[in-house]
């Protein structure tokens, strides 16, 4: 049997005492850790998660404001373009009334101008008929002849005058105005060039 020294006892049983004090000691560290880690953590997430929540809130708050902006200026280029359309078609609708009234004076000028070349040529025409009664029975043989070859050439010259009316006439579209006169040419000037060019145009 072995014999220790109480001195030897107490070292060992002071030993375990400390050891076991060290054990505790550290326990209690880490329960009072722990309860301080409860303790900061859920408020630290609360307010990341806050956090979060308003960052999110701000960058739905900017998308819906830049969607804003970005549909106000599609409207408003929409409304533009709108717009520029029917100033457009307002110009283009002015200019098409300026040009028709235009147009509209230039034809009755040219009517003018024919409705001038009718009333010459048929004056000529009277005149010439006129002085062919007025010569009648006054003439020799010879001067009859030469007076009926430039009597032929003036009916000639008139009948082409009658005929360019005419012509003048359907190309402004009064159709009925100029089938008028070229039956005018046949009746009245029927052995001219003239009147062959009429009948043909007439179908007679």
Known sequence: MTNESPRSS??????????????????????????ILLAVIPPAVKEANRAAETAKQVVEERERAEAERQAEAIERAKQERLAATQHAAERAAEEAKRVAEEAKRAKQARLAAIATEQQAAER?????????????????????????????????????????????LASEGEREEAIKWFRKVVDQFPETKAAAEARDILGM
């Open 124 to 168: 000529a025409a009277s005149e010439a008929e006129t002085l062919k009664l007025a010569e009648k029975g006054t003439r020799t043989a010879e001067e009859m002849a030469k007076q009926e070859e430039a009597a032929k050439r003036k009916r000639q010259e008139i009948a082409a005058r009658f005929l360019g009316c005419a012509r003048k």
């Open 10 to 35: 107490f070292g060992t049983m002071f030993g375990g005492a400390m050891g076991l004090g060290c054990g505790c000691l550290a326990f209690v560290m880490l329960l009072i850790g722990g309860c």
